[in-house]
């Protein structure tokens, strides 16, 4: 079981923190994600976090250098730091353990101009 939280309503060059609590499921192990999704457009990723030792990480280039992914192994929490936000990154945020279709209900982030 995965669970949001984090999301909230900010103007365009703010920033916004999201964090997602894993239940019963092992983050260390598990490549984890972030994925989001805009009202009439398919599923995309956003960031992506191997799992340990090589914990390398992943970003398109609609948010490289912007979203940083991070774990916190002994509270099973992973997070999304967003910075410099925009009105395209308005959507509904989802973590996921891809490799095990795990996901969570997700929460909305909103960037007004």
């Known amino acids: 079981h995965l669970e949001e939280s984090g999301g909230d309503l900010v103007q365009a060059g703010g920033s916004l923190k999201l964090s997602c609590v894993a239940s019963g499921d092992t983050i260390c192990i598990s490549t984890m994600g972030w994925f989001r999704q805009a009202p009439g457009r398919e599923r995309e990723l956003v960031a992506v976090?191997?799992?340990?030792?090589?914990?390398?990480?992943y970003y398109p280039n609609s948010v490289k250098g912007r979203f940083t992914i991070s774990r916190d192994n002994a509270k099973n929490t992973i997070y999304l730091q967003m910075t410099n936000l925009q009105p395209d990154d308005t959507a509904v945020y989802y973590c996921?353990?891809?490799?095990?279709?795990?996901w969570g209900q997700g929460t909305q982030v909103t960037v007004s101009s």
């Open positions: 996921a353990i891809p490799g095990q279709n795990v």
């Open positions: 976090l191997h799992n340990s030792p090589s914990a390398a990480t």
